[in-house]
């Protein structure tokens, strides 16, 4: 192969190198998790199957997380008015994290109707890692205060987690511990031994700063392809003479 080909050949090995380090490297994955509620409530035990989905992406140090509903859960016997019904709820940690992290919402924006399923606003807190690595995120207890009274809703299913994501702690610490804090707009909170929480945020999912890290590997591969070819269109004459 002539040398002028060979380097543009080169050239371009490394440019598609670099590109598939940026296309392939996963940062979250999120599923939408079927979760059977066990709710003890005022009037007697309910139950209630909804889908929970739940997205993170980077914030600063830490990661804001967000735990939506897609169908309601127990009832209430009696209409309950505008900002009646105060949510929250805690997500087990696993893979790097550990414990839980409290979420939490705003009251209900309008009149809910009696005995009808009631639909939670997006919880969400913020996730500070102590640990780099992967960590899943599995929903747990919901609880829901309204009228002067409280109900408790339990997992009963054993769910897996929603979402499992890359996580990157503050200097790239891989092996100190931390504790969450409260979180949103109702002052809950929850303890961690992987990370802190606290905050509300909307959803979106994977961390910015590993496609910074992975674009930067992309890069210095391309750079050292280019290297190699500008040396060998240069030896060669040297050869020949």
Not at 56 to 71: A, C, D, E, F, L
Not at 144 to 169: E, F, Q, R
Request: with cysteine.
């Amino acid at each position: 192969m002539p040398y002028p080909k060979r380097t543009a050949a080169l050239a371009s090995a490394a440019a598609l190198a670099g590109s598939v380090v940026l296309l392939t490297a996963p940062t979250a994955h999120a599923d939408v998790v079927d979760v059977n509620y066990q709710c003890k409530t005022p009037i007697g035990d309910k139950s209630a199957v909804s889908p929970i989905d739940i997205k993170g992406v980077r914030s600063g140090s830490g990661y804001r997380i967000t735990m939506s509903w897609q169908k309601g859960v127990s009832s209430s016997p009696v209409e309950l008015g505008k900002g009646a019904m105060n949510p929250s709820a805690t997500i087990r940690l696993g893979g790097v994290g550990s414990g839980t992290l409290a979420v939490s919402g705003p009251a209900n924006q309008g009149a809910i109707p009696a005995n009808t399923p009631i639909k939670i606003n997006d919880l969400s807190g913020t996730y500070t890692p102590a640990k780099t690595g992967k960590v899943t995120f599995t929903a747990g207890v919901l609880t829901i205060k309204a009228l002067g009274t409280t109900t408790t809703c339990t997992p009963a299913n054993s769910p897996g987690p929603s979402l499992t994501l890359d996580v990157t702690a503050a200097g790239g610490s891989s092996g100190a511990s931390g504790s969450s804090g409260s979180s949103g707009s109702s002052g809950s909170s929850g303890s961690s031994s992987g990370g802190t929480g606290s905050g509300a945020a909307l959803p979106q999912t994977g961390p910015e700063d590993s496609f910074v890290a992975l674009g930067t590997l992309g890069g210095t591969v391309l750079l050292a392809g280019a290297a190699g070819a500008l040396w060998l269109s240069r030896r060669n004459p040297a050869v020949r003479r």
